[in-house]
């Protein structure tokens, strides 16, 4: 289902829910403008469903009810779509391997809710107002990376019953309460930029939680912009006045700047004649792994792998195209070029081939004469 342009090409609910529901596999969404729910009811429904991919819409003004519904559905990805006026913009409830990545909203009550879901990873995606930007609820090991701007919201990050879960280098921004956690436990923060919370960077509803959340990867922990200690040591952590706010001891005295992903192709050899055997190398820094290798070697040859090994068989200059991504969803690409001229038997027939012309056409017109020399001493011996 693929429309002419997120913008104009519109798909009304009249006020019926869902406006489009998935309960098969293996089913693309994207270019569209879904719109006008019924209240408490979701814009885009995946039930049961498995390897959809919900890319590049609109999805607003669904008014009670969920931009994107997953409900019991695994392995699905949301990426690259623009929400607003949503209770929930993102909502999994019982799906878990889902990829929530590069989405973002304006004024949803909630960004993504995580219901009793597991595994999922949430990357890069930004959220301004409403009441929280992530509330997980009896979630379990899922990934909360790189999110950023979650501005404006009454809670940043909101855990609920949820253990065993990472969050990691996020932007919480300009929220009552950064972060706000609520009987759970084993969770783990590090590397997040927590700012200008208006009452609480971090709250607890129980103190029981405060001793079963770990706020470090054991190097590093988070930056904390109320943070007064110094680092005696210039090693860019916090030596006093620890732990900052209250649970960090090991802040970071400068905010956190993610490693992007780079990516860079590596040719053994870019020429030569047919058959030309090149061994293709993927260099990537940055990003969190594991990777995701795409290679497209421009003779209609593709492959997963990271490094890889290709004949080229015809003549031509081929384009070599890789394209990575990595745990949270950030991808990078590079190109490169294998030019294959002809093999050096060709070359070394070429200029036999043209004596054989050549001695074929002194041969023709040896015969060609010889015979019109006959004719001729013919026609002298009748005279």
Request: zero cysteines.
């Amino acid at each position: 289902l693929i429309g002419a342009s997120r913008d104009n090409t519109i798909i009304d609910g009249g006020g019926l829910s869902p406006v489009i529901l998935v309960n098969s596999s293996n089913v693309q969404i994207t270019g569209f403008t879904v719109r006008n729910a019924l209240s408490y009811g979701q814009g885009i429904l995946l039930k049961n469903a498995e390897h959809v991919n919900v890319t590049s819409n609109n999805i607003s003004a669904v008014g009670d009810g969920d931009g994107v519904s997953l409900d019991g559905s695994n392995n699905n990805t949301i990426a690259g779509n623009i929400f607003s006026n949503n209770l929930n913009a993102v909502n999994a409830t019982d799906s878990n391997y889902n990829l929530v990545a590069r989405n973002s909203g304006t004024d949803n009550i909630v960004g993504v809710q995580l219901w009793n879901a597991g595994h999922n990873v949430v990357a890069n995606n930004t959220w301004r107002g409403g009441e929280s930007g992530f509330f997980l609820d009896m979630a379990y090991q899922n990934l909360i990376a790189r999110n950023g701007a979650i501005k404006g919201s009454e809670i940043g990050i909101h855990l609920v019953d949820s253990k065993n879960n990472t969050v990691i280098e996020n932007s919480v921004e300009f929220n009552r309460f950064g972060i706000n956690i609520q009987n759970s436990q084993n969770n783990t923060f590090y590397h997040n930029n927590i700012l200008s919370s208006g009452l609480f960077q971090v709250n607890f509803v129980s103190t029981s939680d405060k001793a079963v959340t770990t706020w470090d990867n054991g190097t590093a922990g988070n930056y904390w912009d109320d943070y007064k200690g110094s680092d005696t040591d210039m090693d860019g952590i916090g030596d006093t006045n620890l732990p900052a706010d209250g649970v960090d001891l090991k802040p970071l005295m400068q905010s956190y700047v993610p490693i992007l992903l780079a990516v860079k192709v590596s040719l053994n050899t870019a020429s030569g004649p047919e058959p030309l055997t090149v061994n293709l190398s993927a260099h990537v820094l940055g990003g969190r792994p594991p990777y995701s290798y795409s290679w497209n070697l421009g003779d209609g040859t593709v492959s997963t792998f990271r490094n890889v090994t290709h004949v080229y068989n015809n003549l031509g200059t081929f384009v070599v195209k890789l394209q990575v991504s990595d745990l949270v969803g950030s991808t990078d690409q590079d190109t490169s070029s294998v030019n294959v001229g002809p093999s050096s038997a060709g070359a070394a027939n070429l200029p036999w081939t043209m004596v054989g012309i050549v001695g074929a056409v002194v041969v023709v017109g040896a015969v060609v004469g010889l015979f019109f020399l006959r004719r001729r001493s013919n026609r002298k011996s009748l005279g």
